[in-house]
């Protein structure tokens, strides 16, 4: 048993077909099943469709909760054109939604819409629900530039995703005991990388499960597989646990 800190379900580019693809919650949990995984966080991309809107995706959302129950715990991805059809965000309080997705090069929160983001970010901070960030090595992305919102929001837990850059993160998670990270997209080089580093017990298992179709030709059933197996050459699936338990506040 093992649980998932990065998941996507909704519309998403496929590589060789000319539009998205509907990922639905049916098709993403049952590779989550074959592969024998007990818990995800799960947000849907399709909130990078602009003419997709907030109703739709809570009703993706419910239709997740419906099939998966509280194995899925699903985050609000939140992009420009959602925030601006429901300024109010009531959708905080609909228990549909655990936690609130960032991600920078969708929606330049970090480097154009700093004072927005710190107000949305407030209104999460009264609910105590967990944040996760898009992470990497552009300008917003980089955990130097994520360690001010993690410092000024000490309480609130965040994944800086990814795990990359791996010396950075490591420097950022090692003074900001609010910050998490994980493994989704890294890559099998990558991974014997990581054990290389000091995570703080605060790395996860993560996949991106099925964001792989868009960049490369894989089965996503087979690809889970690698990626679960590059994980159990070096830590443990209750490690993994742990850290997704502590991320989301679950005792
Ligand atoms: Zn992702």
Same mark, same amino acid.
């Given at each position: 048993?093992i ?15 000319n539009?998205?693809y509907y990922?639905?919650?049916r098709?993403?949990?049952g590779?989550l099943?074959?592969c ?11 909130s990078?469709?602009d ?6 995706i809570?009703?993706e959302?419910v ?5 998966a129950?509280?194995r899925?715990h699903?985050? &609000?991805?939140?992009?420009w ?7 109010r =965000?009531?959708w905080? *309080?609909?228990?549909?939604?655990? $936690?609130?997705?960032?991600?920078e090069?969708?929606t330049?929160?970090?480097t ?9 970010l407030?209104?999460i901070?009264?609910r105590s ?7 990497g090595?552009?300008?917003?992305c ?5 360690r ?5 929001y ?9 795990c990359?850059?791996m010396?950075?993160m490591e420097?950022?998670?090692?003074e900001?005991?609010n910050?998490w990270?994980d493994?989704?997209?890294l890559?099998?080089?990558? &991974?014997?990388k990581?054990?290389c580093?000091?995570w703080?017990?605060?790395l =996860?298992?993560g996949t *991106?499960l099925?964001?792989?179709? $868009?960049?490369e030709?894989c089965?996503?059933?087979a690809k889970y597989?690698i990626c679960l197996l ?7 699936d209750l ?10 506040h679950?005792l």
């Amino acid at each position: 048993m093992i649980c998932d800190a990065h998941v996507h379900m909704g519309y998403y580019a496929r590589k060789g077909y000319n539009s998205p693809y509907y990922y639905s919650p049916r098709r993403v949990l049952g590779v989550l099943n074959r592969c024998g995984v007990s818990e995800f966080i799960v947000s849907s991309t399709c909130s990078q469709i602009d003419s997709i809107s907030i109703d739709e995706i809570m009703r993706e959302a419910v239709e997740m909760k419906r099939i998966a129950g509280n194995r899925a715990h699903i985050f &609000f991805w939140l992009s420009w054109h959602l925030y601006q059809e429901d300024k109010r =965000m009531s959708w905080l *309080d609909s228990g549909l939604f655990e $936690g609130v997705k960032f991600h920078e090069l969708e929606t330049q929160w970090v480097t154009r819409k700093e004072k927005t983001l710190n107000k949305i970010l407030e209104r999460i901070n009264e609910r105590s629900m967990s944040v996760m960030f898009h992470c990497g090595r552009s300008e917003g992305c980089c955990p130097f530039d994520l360690r001010q919102i993690a410092r000024r929001y000490p309480k609130m837990h965040f994944n800086f995703a990814h795990c990359a850059p791996m010396r950075e993160m490591e420097e950022v998670m090692q003074e900001c005991a609010n910050v998490w990270t994980d493994t989704a997209y890294l890559s099998d080089n990558d &991974f014997t990388k990581a054990p290389c580093f000091d995570w703080q017990n605060r790395l =996860m298992f993560g996949t *991106d499960l099925p964001v792989w179709q $868009g960049h490369e030709r894989c089965y996503l059933t087979a690809k889970y597989r690698i990626c679960l197996l590059n994980w159990r050459k070096v830590f443990s699936d209750l490690d993994a646990m742990s850290a997704f338990n502590s991320f989301l506040h679950i005792l």
